[in-house]
Structures are given as C-alpha cells and as structure tokens.
C-alpha cells in the first residue's frame, strides 16, 4: 500500500488515541501515576501569610488540607483519623487558633497533624496518639508557588523531591523574580475538556493564526509557518515598538529589575507537567494551574502576578493585561472544547501532530511513560 492511499496524515506523528481523552478508567490511572504521585502546583504562597492559615482543596477528588504551621508549609488529607469525617469544608479557607478541631467528635490535631486531644479518651483507653497523626502529605515550594505530592513516602522512597520535577525551569527563569510576585487577580474558568487538550494547546502555536488575531496583532511570528521558527528559549518577539502581552503592548509598569536584554522585550513560556503554566512577559507572569475534575471537566485557575513595587504605586490597575489575557484564554478554551466535543465522533481515532507541535510530543510520551504504556497504546483500555 502506497503513502499516498494510506492517507495525508501517515506521515504525521499520531496523538494519544481517543480513550485517552474520555475514559474514566484512563483518568482514574491517571490520578493514581501522575496526580497523586507527581508534584502538584496548588496555590502560591502569599494565600497563607500567617501562621494557622488554612486551605482546603480538591485535588483531582481527593480533599486536602494545606496548613501554615508555626515553622513552615504543611499539609494532609482532609480526613479524621477517628471516623473519618472531613475536618474542614472542601474549598474553604480560613484560620486555626488552637489546631485543628474535628468538628464531629472534637478530636484535635496539632498544625504539624498530630493528635493532641481525643476528648474523654486516652492510653488506658486504647488512644495510641502516636499511631493517629493526620495522613501527611509532601509540601515544596518553588518561586513561590505551593506543590503537594499526594504520596510522599514514595516520592521520598524513589528520591523524587520538587527539584527534579522542575528539572532545568527554574534555572531558565533564574531572573524573574517569582517568589516576590503578588497577584493582582485571578480568574478561574471551568472548561469542559480534558486536561491534556489544553495543554497540548499550550504547548503549540499553530493554532494562533486561525484562534488569536489579536494576539497574532502583537506578536506576527506566530502567523508564519505555524510558529515553527519562534524560539522559546530566548523568548518570542513582539511587533515593533511593543514588549509585553497587554492590549497596547506596553505598560507603564516597569520590566522587572535583573532580566537579560531579551527578557525585557520577549515573551517566555513554560509547561511545567503536570498541571503548572507560566507565561512570562517582562512587567507580569499569567500563571495558569490545571485542575482535572473528570476526563472531560477541568478548571483553570489563572493568577495574574505582578511586583509588589508597581502594585503599590497609586495609579497600579492590572486591567491592560488581565483584559488581553482574558480575550486569548476564552478564545483557547472555546477551541479546546470544541476539539473535545469534535473528537467524541465515531470516526475520530487519533489526531496528528504536525512537526510544529512537536513539544506537544512530549505530552504522548509524558502519558505513556507515567502510566507504564509500552509503544503501543491500545485504545479499548
Ligand atoms: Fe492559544
């Protein structure tokens, strides 16, 4: 059979097969191998200032619980050692005075999550306090954003700390200021697609001609030959005389102090699997986390940051880039979904990547690694 009758698209790269896309028993492994043994970006920092500050999050359906303690980050499952009972109300946040209280029988934890009080209870009673400490789990911080690794001893046993994860980003990005970026607002989006369409639409611009025209104003690379020539390592270049994602392309706030001469005028972007996006204009980073709810539900919690010195500047309004950014993310997940509502047709199989989506490669390769596929994947799994 020639190449000809096998097809246009033969010669292409192929995507993860559809399944990959809809499968709860798919998801379900991927929560097991990527989301509950990976690092998880869940928040930044400054959303727990002082001590007994608390958040409550679900994590790919797990319910967790971050916590400052009087020393450092901590975190464990929402979970009563006792009987079970959530010990905060998923997605709320607030403050412990006097640790963490159970609120069905009143056991009470420590904010490092060791037992302190089990009320009318104790050894002679059976309570081995030392075997009831909250189930722990992993907290690193880089930049100042939080990650959970949801099994710990794990990622411990296989020496896999948030450093590896992050691998070479945090060296590419060693100039930009992260950990003292504020957020200036946060959007958060529910989209009805898959979290590894999005990325795999971040991870190319080939799409940016047909989906972003105003972005495609501000940056005309990405209309030539599907932003196969960009150079992300030195940044993307913006149209003359603009150098930053807002609606002018300019800003009157000042780039940030210690970039390089590109970083000033380019703009860089960074996947970093599985669920943190960073896009790094000069004066403000657009942080986007994925939260996978379901194969086919995810929301994206996007975190507009900026420096504190321009924040605290009396005419500081972030509205320039959060507008801009807000155009192109509902241009994104509109297309994202229509790619998952596209794909959920009986003739679609698989999709091609074209050699410009290369890095979109990656993301088959991510999958088929984390979740123990040997080369062929088959798709009635
Ligand atoms: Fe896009």
């Not at 896999?160 to 959007?187: F, T």
């Not at 403000?284 to 994206?300: K, L, N, R, S």
């Not at 320039?320 to 509109?334: H, M």
Request: aromatic residues 12%; hydrophobic residues 35%.
């Amino acid at each position: 059979m020639s190449r000809e009758i096998r097809g246009a698209g033969a010669g292409l790269e192929r995507t993860l097969q559809r399944d990959f896309y809809f499968s709860e028993e798919i998801f379900a492994r991927e929560r097991e191998r990527i989301f509950y043994r990976e690092w998880f970006c869940v928040a930044r920092e400054e959303q727990l200032p002082e001590a007994g500050d608390y958040l409550a999050l679900n994590l790919a359906g797990e319910s967790v619980l971050l916590v400052r303690n009087h020393d450092a980050l901590a975190a464990f499952y929402n979970v009563c050692r006792h009987r079970g009972s959530q010990l905060v109300a998923e997605g709320s946040q607030g403050k412990f005075t006097s640790g963490i209280r159970c609120p069905y029988h009143s056991w009470t934890y420590t904010l490092e999550g060791a037992l302190r009080t089990a009320p009318f209870l104790d050894e002679e009673a059976g309570l081995t306090k030392g075997e009831l400490s909250l189930h722990p789990i992993g907290v690193e911080s880089w930049g100042g954003f939080i990650f959970l690794n949801l099994t710990p001893t794990a990622a411990a046993e296989r020496d896999y700390p948030l450093a590896r994860q992050l691998d070479a980003v945090p060296e590419r990005l060693c100039r930009y200021p992260l950990a003292e970026l504020r957020s200036a607002r946060r959007i958060v989006y529910q989209v009805q697609a898959n979290w590894k369409v999005m990325l795999e639409n971040y991870n190319e611009c080939y799409h940016c001609a047909p989906v972003h025209p105003e972005l495609c104003r501000l940056v005309p690379a990405f209309r030539h030959r599907g932003g196969a020539d960009l150079d992300w390592e030195r940044g993307i270049p913006h149209r003359e005389g603009a150098w930053t994602f807002t609606q002018s392309g300019t800003s009157i706030r000042s780039p940030f102090a210690g970039l390089n001469d590109d970083e000033r005028v380019r703009h860089k972007g960074e996947l970093i699997y599985p669920n943190l996006l960073l896009s790094l204009s000069a004066e403000h980073v657009a942080a986007f986390t994925v939260w996978p709810h379901g194969p086919e539900q995810t929301t994206i919690v996007c975190e507009f940051l900026f420096h504190p010195a321009e924040m605290a500047k009396p005419d500081f309004d972030p509205t320039d880039a959060v507008e801009f950014w807000d155009l192109v993310n509902r241009q994104d997940w509109a297309i994202c979904e229509s790619v998952q509502r596209g794909m959920r047709s009986r003739v679609f199989q698989w999709g091609y990547y074209a050699p410009m989506e290369s890095a979109s490669l990656d993301i088959r390769r991510y999958i088929r690694e984390k979740l123990g596929e040997g080369q062929e994947v088959k798709g009635e799994r």
